[in-house]
């Protein structure tokens, strides 16, 4: 389905089709029940049937059609009197992706037609905040030209979603497009839609071949642009222009075998005119003569105005920062290889900044074993986390916290060809994560350039905490009553997730999975003591018996494919 995709056009994060829709984890949390009774809610959707055609004719045309659907799911509830009931989780979804396109000039154009649609069955009243009917229709082109040098590449596509009053409303107050924010003048917020439209668009030209290339553009998407039941799609309301210039170096020059590097300035607007985005970054590759290599980007990003950062509030002020990233690895020819990579950045006049670290080795003894460890380390401090809107009396408050956060991970793969029929897989990843919130913060003037003036802290004599209740009393307006109470939002997440998979080619084509997959999974917050502690966290993710278990779940699979030669 090529054409479908967009991740590298100037409105990246854009997928029209993200296949982990169909079969995805069940959306609905189901009927509120009692502390005491236990819920057995499916891990996913049961496919019931799908079916795929592509294909390419002589004349250039290509074709690709997806169907499938997926079954009604409900969850079970163990009620502590010992009664049962159950209720709807995910409704049976009717999931269509298509497309047709036709090459002219021996491929150098190419003009392709798209479209996609979810239809759910939604009698159930506890899945009405789901979207009945979403629609996408488009299309998008490619020309090359000039000797094949020079290309221009875009596409436009409409969308439309229906559902009931929830529905919609849930989709005009989605991370995408917050159309409830007081300051949001522009575009018109109503509770009884029932219907939502909108569309997207990007083109872009440049030269991608010699040793200078060059390309700019501009997209935009429309406040209520939304594809996300079959989609990915992270955010509406925006247009962005970018340019992006490099230097191609093929041929060995002094100490490097081949490199490029360049500068990529972006950016973006909402629909209301206001600035939300101005970067200014570099990158570079490079391999040396020795086969080792390496990279970097690094970017400046200039102060601009941030819509969601207070999920639904009015836009504030976003500082400007530094971001880097960097990266070397070892010559990869060789049976041992290394790499290092590191990224971070840091804020201007607030005091957030953050580092990460991952370095690897990988081990190849043999052409059938490959042995990868790849250990992750970062520390980070923001000191305008976002954290809620506590009801201050009648009032709501917005209430921002300074996190210090430290991260460990230990990503394990390993590779074995047992014969070219028989090989072995085995992925594990351990992940620990832990924050501790050590101020806080409301917010004053949203658009001021001073930090203190945009988010004020709550000194420390109009904070208390109450151990017994794990829950914080503040006096954000100044009347002496502490009136704002929040939950200790510390938090501590462990997580291990992991696979083994065995497959076997018992005839040419014909092929038997035997995969096994587990993963723990714990979160607690406002917990006593270090939000992290390396080694009490790695016990407690192997079920130590300190009284916070890590719950387990196993799942096996056995998949068959069989090769039919008429």
């Known amino acids: 389905f090529g054409g479908l995709n967009c991740f590298f056009c100037s409105t990246s994060g854009l997928s029209l089709f993200y296949s982990r829709r169909i079969g995805r984890s069940p959306q609905g949390s189901g009927e509120a029940y009692d502390a005491g009774d236990f819920a057995d809610v499916p891990e996913n959707t049961t496919i019931l049937g799908a079916a795929k055609i592509t294909g390419r004719t002589a004349g250039g045309w ?68 789901l979207r009945s009917q979403a629609y996408a229709v488009g299309l998008n082109w490619n020309h090359r030209f000039a000797n094949d040098q020079w290309s221009v590449s875009g ?13 919609i409303n849930r989709t005009q107050r989605s991370s995408a497009r917050y159309f409830h924010r007081p300051d949001n003048d522009y575009v018109t917020y109503d509770p009884t839609r029932t219907a939502l439209s909108g569309f997207s668009a990007d083109v872009s030209a440049g030269k991608h071949a010699g040793n200078w290339r060059y390309r700019a553009g501009f997209g935009t998407r429309s406040p209520g642009f939304e594809v ?53 970054g570099s990158f570079g590759n490079y391999e040396l003569r020795n086969f080792w290599g390496g990279g970097w980007w690094a970017a400046r990003q200039f102060s601009a105005l941030s819509p969601g950062t207070l999920r639904g509030g009015p836009a504030v002020q976003r500082p400007a920062s530094w971001r880097f990233s960097t990266w070397l690895n070892s010559d990869r020819r060789k049976s041992v290889t290394g790499a290092l990579s590191a990224s971070g950045g840091a804020q201007d006049g607030t005091g957030a ?15 059938q074993l490959n042995v990868t460890l790849e250990p992750g380390l970062g520390r980070a401090r923001n000191t305008w986390q976002y954290l809620g809107q506590p009801v201050a009396g009648a009032t709501p408050v917005y209430l ?66 109450d151990a017994a209740t794990r829950r914080y009393r503040a006096d954000t307006n100044g009347d002496g009553s ?3 109470v929040f939950a200790n939002p510390d938090f501590n997440f462990r997580q291990m997730r992991g696979n083994a998979v065995v497959r076997w080619e018992y ?60």
């Open 482 to 484: 502490f009136e704002t």
């Open 155 to 167: 596409f436009a596509v409409a969308s439309h979603v229906r559902g009931s009053e929830t529905a």
């Open 353 to 367: 900044w953050d580092l990460s670290l991952r370095p690897s080795v990988s081990f190849r003894p043999s052409t």
């Open 228 to 280: 996300n039941d079959v989609g990915f799609q992270q955010e509406a309301d925006q247009a962005v222009v970018f340019a992006n210039l490099r230097l191609h170096q093929f041929q060995p020059r002094g100490i490097f075998r081949s490199f490029h590097v360049g500068l990529n300035p972006s950016a973006a607007w909402n629909w209301d005119g206001d600035r939300v985005w101005t970067q200014l």
């Open 400 to 465: 921002m916290g300074e996190l210090d956060q430290t991260t460990v991970s230990l990503t394990t793969r390993i590779n074995y060809t047992i014969s070219p029929t028989l090989s072995f897989e085995l992925y594990a990843q351990p992940f620990l994560s832990g924050g501790d919130f050590t101020a806080f913060r409301t917010l004053g003037a949203a658009r001021s350039g001073d930090f203190d003036e945009r988010f004020p802290r709550i000194a420390a004599g109009a904070l208390t905490y």
């Open 507 to 566: 005839l040419p084509g014909s092929t038997l999975f035997l995969v096994w997959g587990q993963s723990r999974t714990a979160y607690l917050q406002g917990e006593p003591g270090d939000a992290f502690a390396l080694g009490r966290d790695a016990r407690r993710l192997f079920n130590s018996d300190d009284g916070f278990p890590t719950p387990v779940t196993n799942v096996f699979l056995i998949k068959v494919s069989h090769w039919i030669n008429p």
């Open 62 to 129: 290509s074709v690709g059609v997806l169907d499938a659907v997926t079954r009604r799911e409900r969850a079970t509830v163990q009620h502590s009197d010992g009664s049962r009931s159950k209720f709807a989780v995910e409704p049976t979804t009717n999931y269509f992706v298509g497309r047709l396109a036709k090459d002219f000039r021996g491929g150098l154009t190419q003009v392709g037609l798209f479209g996609t649609a979810v239809n759910r069955n939604l009698p159930e009243s506890e899945l009405e905040f």
